[in-house]
């Protein structure tokens, strides 16, 4: 790796005038923030002082109409030199309605533009970096050749997912261009706390991985920028592999409207800092290359800052959400659910096993949707699963469709959402239940809300299968029970089977909706007797939020699913015998539940015992009960 120096190639003079006035646009932008937030006509502010020049340099590269960007809180200015207007700008950071980044159901600084490839941004710190490599593969898979970029600054660097998005993207040799904006300073944690590389390098720690081309940079410095920038991206393009550059920027502003750089960094710092303007440095550089006048140069600054007042004053009229839409777009609401043809057919197939019948639905989707992908932890032939729910699935469909995922549930779940958001149907297996928590991250913040916090502009249907339950002697870590948790999380459907109809049934419906699927097969299911049934066609779809009654009775309602579906057919059949008639409810979907069905029985007996598998505390089972009284 070559430590990039100061460059005195000239650019011609437009390119160089068009940076400028970019750097000077998003620069005035924050300033109008700050006093609209003095005035308490804004909210909140993450200014990118100090970075433009490595902002604008990415952004002027892109190709707005394929590439695609992943950009961080401070990354205004790769915005605007994407294509993103300063009307656009003005509202997201005010939260207006017609916002076109999350129609103002975020906070400032979340950017987003469905028209520039530039997905809805979320609040956690990282999560880009793996959405951002299962873009590229998607376009990997497809056969396009597409860049993508991807930024944070140097205090993400800590969070593991940037780790294993580097891994996956330089095992597979992505474009994708990560870009850390290094400006020292993690909010009030300067650089040497954060980071172990050598000389506190970004850069210099990834050093292991053979693919990856690393810059180190002057961040500040737009000529320079702009030919790392094209570096990066012909490197990117020709499927080498993807790009680190590691930019060292200043923060010119205290982190957020909300922070006060001055209570913990150094004057001297602050004073070094100011020195580095990248505004200044290339405004000093055309006025010494006979390019730019000191008066032109404040002429042109004049004519921004009028530009913003106006924008800014416009959008302040623009109307603020209407309270009655807060709740939409937390699911599809297109009516595709509705135009599914439901139980077309009575299941009169062979008798099957649950685990073959979850396999067989897959062969079939795989089948008629080319856009399903599936993968995970040992999910490819020869071992197809450490249950076998996948088997045949690679041998069949290739190892493009069907592959092996790095053993990390974060980057399963990472990369599922990005290929999802360019279009394909990922289907992915977590291997047991009891380790989906290093993805609960990327489902919890990231999937179940990328429709609702774009405002219905960006969707990722993600599948994702997992085996959970007990009954198996799997002890602490191979019994648990999650539901309860997911359920609590808005934007994901949770579908629970008891039998190898409903389970082929139902993942055949998750893979043809349009929402995000949590599908949990119970293990001790797999290969039971009793949960065998006979197998439905390759047309049978069954609808979400439609319980099934097993069992009709009078005297008493029963309601559970999973595996205590057959513990309570088991207890119902023992009580037949002493005279009582007890009707069972297989509640089969989680999320959305079937209280009508639920409520009917009730009314019907009068009496009802709610039996689910969990701890004793705060189990879904609480949810049913809450709903009934």
Known sequence: MKNQKQSKTKLDKEKLLNGLKTMILSRELDLKILRLLKQGKASFLIAGAGHEATQIAFGEILDAKKDWAYPYYRDQAVLLAMGVTPKEIMLTMLGKADDPANGGRQLANHWG?????????????????????????????????????????????????????????????????????????????????????KKHSIAEMMAGYDNLKRMIVDGTDYVEMAKVAEDAYQYAKSGKGPVLIEAHVVRLFSHSSSDDQKKYRPQKSLEEDLKKDPIDLLKNLMINEKLLTEEEFEKIKNEIHAEVDEVADWALKQPDPAPETADKFVFDESGLKDTLEYEKSTPNGKPVVMVDAINHALHEEMERNEKIYVFGEDIADGKGGVFTATKGLSTKYGDERVFNSPLAEASIEGVAIGMAMTGLKPCVEIQFGDYIWPGFMQMRNELATIRYRSNDGWKAPVVTRTAVGGFIGGGLYHSQNIEAFFAHIPGILIAYPSNAADAKGLLKTALRLDDPVLFLEHKALYRQSYATSPEPDADYLLPFGKANVVREGNDLTVVTYGAMVHETNFAAKKLEEEGYSIEIIDIRTIIPLDEETIHNSVKKTGKVIVVHEDTLTGGFGAEIAAQLF
């Open 113 to 197: 533009s469905r028209r520039l490839n530039i997905p809805s941004q979320s609040s956690p710190t990282g999560t880009q970096f793996l959405q951002a490599v299962g873009t590229a593969l998607a376009y990997r898979k497809t056969g396009e050749n597409n860049v993508v970029y991807v930024s944070a600054g140097e205090g993400t660097s800590s969070q593991g997912e940037f780790h294993e998005a580097v891994n996956w993207a330089s095992r597979e040799k992505l474009p994708v261009i990560f870009v850390i904006q290094n400006n020292k300073w993690a909010i009030s944690v300067p650089v040497e706390n954060q980071t172990g590389g």
